[in-house]
């Protein structure tokens, strides 16, 4: 049941409020978008894109120039343009028609057409051919465990050897209310719907899954891929901690 509910949240968020669905702001909520908070969200991505690069670039000696990059759950196209600035080719993953959608028509009106987009599911089975990037930032947490891992297994399998990924993924809570918060909005049906109207939005709004990943389980996944060495950036969005891995698959 939960598993098929993140599907159906991330479908309700890319037709009704694609931005704050990528972003949790309230000046990124349709109603509220202004020209400015747009110029500010893609800045954003730029502003990350140009980071993470400048990382991969330092850490593992290679050029930032990408021949195929992958970024799996790229919502509007946030990092995804940024990124199709710095590859021949970028493809982007989502599983929201409309998210991809909007992406796809961000990137048209910057004439980008080196972009394309898939629509996801678990074993990528729309994704074609492989990459010397595979990214993932802010968005596994939002998908169940079990299903993230199957993500993550066909994100390696699409690397290229000597090819570089980034994936991102909470690993646990900074205090105990988060936790309680959590475990209610998912078992007690009628929580997240008085907690929508405390906050002013509509009963229906979908609920962002939150999930933790046992990373232990993720390096095994890249050891057995043949991986010897990680960078580890930690994250921490208002209390959900959080890890970045950098790796190069040899």
Known sequence: MFSAATDRAWKSFGKTDPYFGVLVEERFRSTQLTD?????FFLSGEQYVEAMTERIGRRFNRPTRFRRALDFGCGVGRLLMPLA????EAVGVDVSPGMLAEAADNCRRRGLDNVAIAASDDRLAAVQGTFDLVHTYIVLQHIPVRRGMR???ALL???DPGGVGVLHMTYAKAH???RAIGLVKKYVPLAHRLTNLRRGRPWSAPRMQMNDYDLNRVLGLLQRAGVHDVDVQFTDHGGFWGAVLYFQKP
Request: neutral net charge.
């Open 85 to 88: 600035r710095l590859s021949d």
């Open 157 to 159: 399998d699409r690397l």
């Open 36 to 40: 400015q908070s747009l110029s500010d």
């Open 151 to 153: 993500v993550i297994a």
């Open 176 to 178: 105990w209310k988060w």
